[in-house]
């Protein structure tokens, strides 16, 4: 039987040497990127100016998504307002031109892709290339899944996922040709922690937060290297009415977020491109911090707090 042929030495000890540099940079690298986020804890990395920036927001017409128009009409953002209520996205549009800013307004159910596509289209068009997207648009029925109906749990993926695949993709094309753009997600605490009547919303929030980790690696991989930049917020709850019957042990710690309030960090944590932010900035931490233990310890810190919505039935 003849003798398999032996790995050269000299080969074995080059791949031995290769992994050890890889390593070493591995390494290096890693202690720079912690260094670095510690450092951002003090010092966040400077606001970038958006005045030459066209950003289109879903559920414009009311709530957060009016704020964050209003907010970045104030940056001198050609704004462009989406929602399917046509009278409250005009009232948007309206009060940003009276405040001497630019605004426009486009009608569109973000479940429909054919609507969507007609409508980017026509922003393209008579506004521009679209170079931020904020996916605000969302719905929140709360009440126990076995109370859910069909046409509930549709709906909120339909709005609340779904949305998100149709607009990016029609998006983002053109932000990759024009070698800018950030896409901004509404994901929510409820897409970091699961809460009682809330089963469909809370895995709608965890797909959102799923969705933009793997298309920013998609990105991260392309040869062309875009600058494209990706923000995932996770809200508390916002006093916006969608939250219907909110509770908690401690309403002086857990207070509702203003929408105000929201709008402003949502827009700053895209200025300074952070890839993930919690409203308030805190829970976003003691999440990480409390995986690092037994899920059991989450449960009875969640107990301790006692907060979340009760059914709104």
């Known amino acids: 039987m003849p003798q398999e042929d032996q790995p050269n030495p000299g080969v ?18 890693a202690t720079y990127n ?8 003090v010092a966040p990395p400077e606001a970038e100016d958006i005045s030459q920036d066209v950003v289109l927001i879903t559920g414009a017409g009311h709530g957060m998504g009016k704020c964050l128009a ?7 953002t050609t704004v462009v307002c989406v929602d399917i209520n046509e009278k409250t996205n005009s009232e948007t549009v309206t009060e940003i031109k009276q405040g001497g800013g630019k605004a426009f307004g486009y009608i569109c159910d973000v479940t429909s892709r054919a609507q969507i596509v007609e409508m980017v289209q026509k922003v393209k068009q008579q506004v521009g290339v679209v ?4 996916n605000n648009a969302g719905i929140m029925p709360t009440h126990p899944l076995l109370q859910q109906t069909e046409q509930e749990i549709s709906k ?24 800018r753009g950030h896409i901004v997600a509404l994901s929510s605490v409820a897409g970091l922690v699961g809460f009682k009547n809330l089963v ?6 965890f797909a959102v937060r799923g969705i933009m980790e793997a298309l920013a690696e998609e990105i991260r991989a392309d040869p062309r290297k875009p600058n494209i930049k990706f923000t995932s917020i996770y809200p508390y709850m916002v006093d916006t009415g969608l939250c219907k ?19 402003a960090a949502i ?25 690092n233990f037994p899920l059991k310890n989450g449960q009875l810190l969640g107990d301790f707090l006692d907060t979340g919505v009760n059914s709104d039935l």
């Open 245 to 263: 019957r909110p509770h908690t042990r401690f309403p002086e710690l857990m207070k509702m977020v203003k929408p105000e309030d929201a709008a």
């Open 70 to 76: 209003l907010q970045y009409a104030a940056f001198g």
């Open 34 to 41: 912690i260094v670095m986020s510690l450092v951002h804890l």
């Open 267 to 291: 827009i700053d944590a895209q200025r300074r491109g952070l890839v993930e932010a919690s409203i308030p900035k805190y829970l976003l931490y003691l999440n990480t911090f409390m995986r």
């Open 200 to 205: 469909p919303y809370c895995g709608t929030k």
């Open 156 to 179: 909120t993926f339909q709005i609340n996922v779904m949305a998100h695949f149709w607009l990016i993709q029609t998006l983002l094309p053109d932000m990759i040709q024009k070698n």
């Open 12 to 29: 074995q000890l080059y791949n031995v040497l290769l992994i050890l540099v890889d390593m070493m940079v591995f390494f290096a690298k």
């Open 131 to 134: 170079t931020i997207l904020v």
